[in-house]
C-alpha cells in the first residue's frame, strides 16, 4: 500500500538560513505532489504543486522539486524567517489515480521553527 | 469570499449523543471533502464528494455519513459518537481541474 513518510517531525533552524524538508514516498509513481502550510489551530494552505514531469519548481522564497527515480520531494525555504515557523504537508493522490485524482492523501508533517 | 466555513468551531459531546458538523463553501468548487486530523496520524480523508450529487468512502468512513446537500453545502453526521472521533474536524474543496484543495477553519470536537 502507499506509504508517505516526512522524516523529520521537527526541524529547527536559525533565522536567514534555507530550510530543507523531506518527503518519500513508496509503491508508487504519483502524477503530482503537493506541499500545505498549517498554522497551529488553523487549516492547511496549498503552497505548491509540481507534476511528475517537472524537477523543479519556484515561488518566491520557495522551492520544491521531485524526483521520480528516488521517490522523494525536497522543499526548500531560503532566507527563512520567523514567520516560516509552522507544520508542512506533503501530499499525493492515491495509487492508480491519474492527474484528475479528486483525492489526496496526506503525510504527517514537519514542523518547522526559524529561530531569530 | 468567505471561502470555506465550518461550524461549529468547538462541540463536546457524551457517547452516544449525535451531531451534524456543518460545512460549505461559496467559491462554486465541484468537490468537497471531509477529513480529521488527530495528533500523530495525520489528516485522513473520512468522505468525499467529487460533485453534487455524490458521494464516497474515504480512508476512514465507519461511524460517519455524509449529505451533499447543494453544490455549497457538505456536512459530516456522527449518529452515534464515540470517544475515538474525538478529533479535529477539517473541511476542503477542490475546483475541477485544480489540484489545490481550500480547507476550512476546523471543528474541535471531544467526546466524553
Known amino acids: 500500500s502507499q506509504k508517505i513518510e516526512q522524516n523529520s517531525e521537527a526541524l529547527n533552524i536559525q533565522e536567514g538560513k534555507t530550510a530543507t524538508l523531506t518527503c518519500n514516498y513508496t509503491?508508487?509513481?504519483?502524477?503530482?505532489l503537493q506541499w500545505y502550510r498549517q498554522d497551529p489551530g488553523r487549516g492547511p494552505v496549498f503552497l505548491l504543486l509540481?507534476?511528475?514531469?517537472?524537477k523543479e519548481k519556484r515561488k518566491e522564497r520557495l522551492k520544491v522539486t521531485f524526483d521520480t527515480t528516488l521517490k522523494q520531494s525536497l522543499f526548500h525555504i531560503t532566507a527563512s524567517q520567523p514567520a516560516d515557523s509552522a507544520t508542512y504537508l506533503c501530499a499525493l493522490p492515491p495509487p492508480g489515480s491519474g492527474a484528475g485524482s479528486y483525492q489526496l492523501t496526506f503525510g504527517k508533517g514537519t514542523k518547522l521553527s526559524v529561530i531569530p | 469570499n468567505a471561502g470555506v466555513t465550518q461550524t461549529p468551531k468547538f462541540q463536546v459531546l457524551k457517547t452516544g449523543q449525535s451531531m451534524t458538523l456543518q460545512c460549505a463553501q461559496d467559491m462554486n468548487h465541484n468537490s468537497m471533502y471531509w477529513y480529521r486530523q488527530d495528533p500523530g496520524m495525520g489528516l485522513r480523508l473520512i468522505y468525499y464528494?467529487?460533485?453534487?450529487?455524490?458521494?464516497d468512502k474515504g480512508e476512514v468512513p465507519n461511524g460517519y455519513n455524509v449529505s451533499r446537500l447543494n453544490k455549497r453545502e457538505f456536512s459530516l453526521r456522527l449518529e452515534s459518537a464515540a470517544p475515538s472521533q474525538t478529533s479535529v474536524y477539517f473541511c476542503?474543496?477542490?475546483?475541477?481541474?485544480?489540484?489545490?484543495?481550500?480547507f476550512g477553519p476546523g471543528t474541535r470536537l471531544t467526546v466524553l
Open positions: 476542503a474543496s477542490r475546483l475541477t481541474g485544480s489540484g489545490e484543495q481550500f
Open positions: 509540481i507534476r511528475e514531469n517537472e
Open positions: 464528494s467529487a460533485s453534487e450529487g455524490t458521494t
Open positions: 509503491n508508487y509513481s504519483p502524477a503530482y
